[in-house]
């Protein structure tokens, strides 16, 4: 498996206030993934991503919130996104943020990301539980 660097809410938002990383991020970086999966987790397994949302820049300093084809707005609330030709400017000013906001929202919705009913933190306590057993 890949490396992934894993940064929690807190240190994720603290990253953004070096200038340097920032231009970075800013001018480079595409996209990412953010999760509320342990690190310890994510390092081992595959899976961590089905409980998580892509922050991905769609435009100078503009920022999507992505599950599966929805954008999501500061509320935490989603609609699909269609094709280029079809979003409208209120689409665009309700779902594109700035890249503070948009890990902000990131770190909100992707706690709330089921999959057959689980959250990431019910798959976390299961895969302590079944897959790092004390002493193995």
């Known amino acids: 498996m890949s490396e992934v660097a894993v940064f929690d809410e807190v240190q994720m938002q603290e990253l953004f206030t070096d ?5 970075f991020v800013e001018n480079h970086v595409e996209a990412f993934w953010v999760t509320t999966i342990p690190a310890d987790i994510v390092a081992v397994s595959f899976e961590w991503r089905t409980w998580s ?11 999507a919130v992505e599950n599966h084809g929805e954008n999501y707005d500061e509320a935490g609330e989603s609609e699909y996104e269609d094709l280029p030709s079809s979003r409208t400017d209120e689409f665009k000013t309700k779902y594109r943020h700035s890249l503070e906001k948009a890990v902000e929202i ?16 019910g798959y976390s306590n299961w895969y302590r539980m079944n897959h790092m057993k004390e002493g193995s």
């Open 19 to 23: 200038p340097k990383l920032r231009s």
């Open 53 to 63: 949302v892509r922050v991905s820049r769609k435009s100078p300093g503009r920022w």
């Open 106 to 121: 990131a770190f909100r919705v992707c706690r709330t990301v089921r999959m057959n009913g689980t959250t990431a933190e």
